[in-house]
């Protein structure tokens, strides 16, 4: 039955775990490593469970076996030094209120007022104790006397804080103003829970508030006001000129209990004890936590909380009579009321009575100390996360840059590397390219220098034929000239042989009516005739226009020649004057044929 159910706890925590696993890689990291512990209420060992698994790797993972076992490690070690400093004898005893490494502090014997103080929540600090330093075996003939050791050492813890006590009002000071440096320290955490500069400016009810928040209770009131007297025209005054000036005169000005478990451990340990052995109550320590006052968390930042509420807070707690009790303290029903008197009323009925008024103080002092130990513990909480936080910030920032560092170095040697790779690669590239280049430029004088010798050949050449066409072109313009005048022979030839065929046909006309006259139209003879004439003039029409094709001929020839300046070889024909000539030597044999009829 027993492994069923260590299994089904075990089932129970490897869920826990899986759900606190983001990754998905069954593995969780620091942040989610304290995240768990605080769901299971291990912030007392997750310090030392993270220090045991993740051995200052913050950036390690840690499996559900590992987390198991270190977890159990732990749990078995803290428990047997626990059970290492308890009494051989089963007599009844409170448990120590603090445990700090083999120390314990706190009272052996059952207090008075058992029933109120099981309600306080205990205050215990166990620190793992070293493998050198924890005994591995105790003899049992050692027992009794290292358990005296070890009560020796209590009691004795117990009496330093009894008779000597720092924080204590009325305790010896050296000196009779606190020091620069613990004003300072003040200061720099009074602006750091506010989350103020040193200039920064508050009211006189905030001030005030910051005197009784930060153990400063007991100030005179007649320097508060010499103080206040300072304030800006807004009514406001700067937390910095605020602490130097409850200071300037150099009075003992040694703060109260910051916590309100310091208080409770400063009053316990100032009372005396009885007979028996049990502290017992004074006027004198009742009278040294006067700055302890009731109903802080209905102070108006005066010291007066109104009567309503008070009234209500003690009907919450279960006091029916509150206002007889009031009135039974002398203290009006009516406004507000001054929370030290009611503290130093409700304080005197504790020594002196026993009946409801009792009743009612004991249910204030609980809720005020109940609501002072939810504010001490949530401040410590987020203190303690800001610390760890801060301490987790640091390792990662150092290892961040211990990290950038080789990570920059790396890249440096491996830049190094790559330029003197590259410094090698480039100058065999720039041996190989200027070796071609060197080439190429060979290459290129020798086609410069063949280029040359062709070009200074081709210019030769060009001059000769340029000095050949100048000669044709001198040749062209003289042929030119010479055909110009040519065809202005030709057209006074042309002219002269038109004159002349119309004057031949003037003679022939006069010819046919001198010899044809006579004859008749409808004759066989006339008509031979007439063909003939026909003839004669058919063969004259055409000589005409061979004529004037080549007069069109010479005009185009001569047109080109003027736009062209070209010289062309004139065809192999005779002259129009030799044609012109043979034409009429043809004719002329006609014509005496003609007038031979």
Not at 31 to 54: G, I, K, N, R, Y
Not at 154 to 177: C, K, M, V
Not at 281 to 297: K, L, P, Y
Not at 351 to 356: A, E, G, H, M, R
């Amino acid at each position: 039955m027993d492994e069923v159910e260590q299994d089904q706890h075990e089932a129970r925590l490897k869920e826990l775990f899986d759900s606190f696993d983001t990754t998905g890689t069954g593995s969780l990291g620091q942040e989610e490593l304290t995240d768990l512990c605080h769901m299971l209420s291990l912030e007392e060992v997750a310090p030392v469970l993270q220090q045991t698994l993740l051995q200052d790797n913050l950036l390690g993972r840690v499996h559900f076996d590992q987390f198991k076992e270190a977890l159990i490690l732990i749990l078995s070690r803290t428990l047997s030094n626990e059970e290492h400093f308890q009494e051989p004898d089963c007599s009844l005893e409170a448990q120590p209120k603090y445990v700090r490494g083999g120390k314990r502090y706190g009272r052996r014997s059952l207090p008075e007022f058992q029933e109120s103080v099981e309600e306080f929540p205990e205050v215990t600090v166990i620190e793992p104790l070293d493998e050198e330093a924890r005994p591995s075996h105790i003899p049992a003939g050692d027992c009794s006397e290292h358990w005296k050791t070890q009560r020796s050492e209590e009691y004795e813890a117990e009496g330093q804080l009894r008779f000597w006590n720092p924080d204590d009002l009325n305790a010896s000071q050296s000196g009779s103003s606190p020091p620069q440096d613990w004003i300072e320290e003040k200061l720099q955490e009074v602006c750091e829970d506010l989350g103020i500069t040193r200039d920064g400016h508050l009211n006189r009810k905030k001030l005030v508030s910051i005197c009784e928040q930060y153990g400063l209770q007991n100030v005179d009131g007649e320097m508060l006001e010499e103080v206040f007297h300072n304030l800006d025209p807004d009514g406001t005054m700067s937390v910095e000129d605020f602490f130097y000036g409850l200071f300037k005169n150099g009075k003992s000005l040694t703060p109260s209990a910051s916590t309100p478990y310091r208080q409770l451990k400063r009053h316990l340990s100032m009372q005396s004890f009885d007979e028996s052995g049990r502290r017992t109550t004074t006027s004198s320590a009742m009278t040294s936590t006067i700055g302890f006052r009731v109903f802080s968390c209905l102070d108006d930042g005066m010291g007066h909380a109104s009567v309503e509420r008070i009234l209500d807070t003690w009907q919450e707690e279960g006091i029916e009579n509150s206002q007889e009790i009031l009135k039974a303290l002398d203290f009006s029903l009516d406004g507000n009321i001054n929370l030290t008197e009611l503290t130093l009323a409700l304080e005197n009925e504790l020594l002196v009575t026993k009946n409801s008024i009792h009743q009612a103080a004991l249910a204030s002092f609980k809720a005020e100390i109940r609501h002072l130990l939810e504010r001490v513990d949530q401040v410590v909480r987020e203190k303690e996360k800001l610390r760890s936080d801060l301490d987790k910030a640091e390792k990662l920032k150092s290892l961040m840059a211990s990290e950038v560092d080789d990570h920059h170095a790396a890249i440096e040697r491996r830049n190094e590397y790559n330029l003197r790779k590259l410094d090698e690669e480039y100058k065999e590239r720039i041996a190989a390219l200027k070796n071609e280049l060197r080439k190429e430029r060979e290459q290129i004088l020798q086609q410069a220098g063949k280029q040359r010798l062709e070009l200074e050949q081709e210019i030769e050449k060009a001059k000769t034929e340029e000095n050949y066409i100048r000669d044709r072109l001198a040749l062209s313009l003289k042929e030119n000239s010479r055909l110009e005048n040519e065809l202005l022979e030709n057209a006074e030839k042309l002219a002269e042989y038109e004159n002349l065929t119309n004057k031949l046909q003037r003679n022939l006309e006069n010819v046919l009516a001198e010899k044809f006259g006579d004859l008749d139209p409808s004759s066989a003879e006339f008509f031979l005739q007439e063909e003939r004439l026909t003839q004669m003039r058919n063969e004259y029409e055409r000589q005409c226009r061979v004529l004037q094709d080549q007069v069109d001929e010479l005009q185009s020839e001569l047109e080109e020649y003027r736009a062209q300046g070209r010289v062309l070889r004139l065809p192999l024909k005779n002259s129009p004057s030799e044609e012109v000539e043979a034409n009429s030597g043809g004719i002329e044999p006609e014509h005496d044929a003609t007038l031979c009829y």
